[in-house]
């Protein structure tokens, strides 16, 4: 991509000093430049790096192979897609660099990110520059708020949260709950905050504790959780912690239940939570036991690319990024503000995740499914309809 950049601008300097013709300059100059460009370049930004780097690689397993297949079968406007992928480490300092150098790159849209914090550091400077930036998986309300150029292709929160104390109550019948949150996470913060919103109505929680991501030593948080005696324990963070704290749980001698919300949705949570993350449950987008044909198709394609079966976050980009290609193409061009109206008119678009619509707040609506940590595998429980 670098390369092709670079290209264009010597391009632009030939026609700048007079040996190139006019429509090449306009093709240099913004980001409207599909007619004379030969392909069309899409920023990703994603944790390549750092805790929640298994998340990056699916994530970008996800887009890459949506974009694969729509190139595949002729490219969208007749032009293949081209990514640029940067990556942010997890941190949202690094986040905010790595649109910056997306965006001085004449892509046209961006992919990403995924966790909430990172897509907050992202999504102000996509909506300055008016590009539209889609995240497939960012649940936070937040995200979307920021601005008319920011979509999601996911649910949000305060649904994922209810889903998850439904379920704490009606299935697990828990009567009380300690709350574990990742203070610095905005996800972690907004799913506590939604799931005790609901909770609360028919049960009671006994104790609200925090870490932050990077912690190793969670005991004495635990300790207190363990005197005030919870039916279950709801942990909203990522895998990296939410293995590590249920080892440190169990070694405590805790029994309660454990339940989270996506944040677990990597085959790593099972390796890291071992025998003590065995049993519990949580929220996500997608569940590979499905026999929708367009789910069964998905895996077995994801199988044949990566050798092995897609996980949620996967399932979220592959959905988010063939998302933005199709309204690329029913916008017609590349001018980011048609793919941005396009973004705007999603409907019933059929996603792995389910059939997805863009609301006036530019969020999807859609189910999520619960899902079981048995074994190495997460089996599917249920689905909740919005
Ligand atoms: N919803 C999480 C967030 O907002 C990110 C995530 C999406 C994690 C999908 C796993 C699967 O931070």
């Given at each position: 991509m670098l390369f092709k950049t670079r290209n264009w601008r010597r391009l632009a300097l030939l026609a700048a000093s007079g040996v190139c013709c006019a429509t090449l300059i306009a093709g240099c100059k913004n980001n409207q430049s599909a007619g004379t460009q030969s392909s069309i370049l899409i920023g990703e930004y994603a944790s390549m790096t750092g805790s929640t780097a298994t998340f990056g690689k699916s994530a970008d397993n996800g887009v890459q192979l949506a974009t694969k297949k729509v190139n595949a079968s002729g490219g969208v406007l007749g032009k293949p897609?081209?990514?640029?992928?940067q990556d942010d480490a997890g941190q949202p300092a690094q986040a905010t660099t790595a649109v910056q150098k997306l965006l001085a790159d004449n892509i046209v849209a961006v992919l990403g990110e995924f966790a909430s914090s990172n897509s907050l550091a992202g999504a102000p400077i996509c909506q300055s520059k008016k590009i539209p930036m889609?995240?497939?998986?960012s649940t936070n309300p937040?995200?979307?708020q920021v601005g008319d150029y920011i979509f999601r292709t996911c649910f949000i929160d305060p649904f994922q949260g209810t889903v998850c104390a439904k379920f704490a109550s009606g299935t697990l019948h828990a009567k009380t709950a300690a709350v574990f949150t990742d203070i610095k996470s905005d996800y972690s913060v907004g799913l506590a905050k939604y799931f005790i919103q609901e909770f609360s109505k028919t049960g009671k929680i006994v104790d609200q504790e925090s870490y932050s991501a990077g912690d190793s030593d969670f005991r004495s948080q635990l300790t207190r959780i363990k005197a005030a005696k919870p039916d279950i324990i709801f942990i909203p963070g990522y895998y990296?912690?939410?293995?590590n704290i249920a080892v440190q749980a169990r070694s405590l001698g805790m029994k309660q239940p454990f339940l989270g919300g996506d944040g677990w949705d990597s085959p790593k949570l099972a390796e890291i939570g071992k025998d003590a993350i065995q049993g519990s449950y949580f929220s996500t987008h997608f569940s590979t036991e499905s026999k929708?044909?367009?789910v069964v198709n998905f895996v077995a394609a994801y199988k044949k690319q990566y050798g092995e079966a897609p996980d949620g976050?996967?399932?979220v980009n592959y959905d988010g990024a063939r998302i933005l290609y199709d309204a690329i193409e029913r916008?017609?061009?590349?001018?980011?503000?048609k793919i941005r109206d396009a973004l705007a008119a999603t409907k019933d678009f059929p996603g792995v995740t389910g059939k997805i619509t863009i609301?006036?707040?530019?969020?999807?609506?859609?189910p999520a499914v619960i899902l079981q940590v048995v074994g190495k595998e997460f089996k599917y429980v249920t689905t909740v309809n919005p």
């Amino acid at each position: 991509m670098l390369f092709k950049t670079r290209n264009w601008r010597r391009l632009a300097l030939l026609a700048a000093s007079g040996v190139c013709c006019a429509t090449l300059i306009a093709g240099c100059k913004n980001n409207q430049s599909a007619g004379t460009q030969s392909s069309i370049l899409i920023g990703e930004y994603a944790s390549m790096t750092g805790s929640t780097a298994t998340f990056g690689k699916s994530a970008d397993n996800g887009v890459q192979l949506a974009t694969k297949k729509v190139n595949a079968s002729g490219g969208v406007l007749g032009k293949p897609i081209k990514l640029e992928v940067q990556d942010d480490a997890g941190q949202p300092a690094q986040a905010t660099t790595a649109v910056q150098k997306l965006l001085a790159d004449n892509i046209v849209a961006v992919l990403g990110e995924f966790a909430s914090s990172n897509s907050l550091a992202g999504a102000p400077i996509c909506q300055s520059k008016k590009i539209p930036m889609v995240t497939p998986g960012s649940t936070n309300p937040a995200v979307t708020q920021v601005g008319d150029y920011i979509f999601r292709t996911c649910f949000i929160d305060p649904f994922q949260g209810t889903v998850c104390a439904k379920f704490a109550s009606g299935t697990l019948h828990a009567k009380t709950a300690a709350v574990f949150t990742d203070i610095k996470s905005d996800y972690s913060v907004g799913l506590a905050k939604y799931f005790i919103q609901e909770f609360s109505k028919t049960g009671k929680i006994v104790d609200q504790e925090s870490y932050s991501a990077g912690d190793s030593d969670f005991r004495s948080q635990l300790t207190r959780i363990k005197a005030a005696k919870p039916d279950i324990i709801f942990i909203p963070g990522y895998y990296t912690e939410v293995g590590n704290i249920a080892v440190q749980a169990r070694s405590l001698g805790m029994k309660q239940p454990f339940l989270g919300g996506d944040g677990w949705d990597s085959p790593k949570l099972a390796e890291i939570g071992k025998d003590a993350i065995q049993g519990s449950y949580f929220s996500t987008h997608f569940s590979t036991e499905s026999k929708d044909p367009l789910v069964v198709n998905f895996v077995a394609a994801y199988k044949k690319q990566y050798g092995e079966a897609p996980d949620g976050i996967s399932a979220v980009n592959y959905d988010g990024a063939r998302i933005l290609y199709d309204a690329i193409e029913r916008a017609g061009s590349t001018d980011p503000a048609k793919i941005r109206d396009a973004l705007a008119a999603t409907k019933d678009f059929p996603g792995v995740t389910g059939k997805i619509t863009i609301d006036k707040d530019r969020n999807a609506v859609k189910p999520a499914v619960i899902l079981q940590v048995v074994g190495k595998e997460f089996k599917y429980v249920t689905t909740v309809n919005p």
